[in-house]
């Protein structure tokens, strides 16, 4: 089990702004994950992956992909409050779910 963060790498957001996006994202999906899944994934130590796409319309192909699959996912838009413009969407999360079933749509994604 694991829950995965995927992050576009076009926007340029620093450490910090990542981190913080990709917090959103784990949370967001978290909250929309089954009770099973969630409780599963907890006795399986919190396992989560950071990967990176370069592009919107690689992450909007991902989001497809995952909810023509069925995996919980939750997109993270940005406020625009501090380093990119209002609505940027920054971050795909995904699960948690079975390791195989997320690699599925992100096996070929690189670790960001």
């Known amino acids: 089990m694991k829950q995965v963060m995927i992050v576009r790498t076009d926007l340029k957001m620093r450490k910090g702004k990542i ?16 009770a099973d899944k969630i409780r599963k994934w907890e006795n399986e130590a919190y396992a989560k992956v950071v990967l990176k796409v370069q592009t919107l319309d690689e992450l909007t192909a991902l989001k497809k992909l995952a909810d023509e699959k069925g995996i919980v996912n939750y997109l993270v838009v940005d406020a625009g409050r501090t380093q990119i413009p209002t609505s940027s969407v920054t ?22």
């Open 19 to 34: 981190a913080a996006q990709c917090c959103h994202g784990a949370i967001g999906a978290y909250k929309k994950s089954s």
């Open 91 to 112: 971050v795909l999360a995904l699960g948690p779910d079975e390791d195989k079933i997320l690699d599925e749509v992100t096996g070929d994604l690189k670790l960001l």
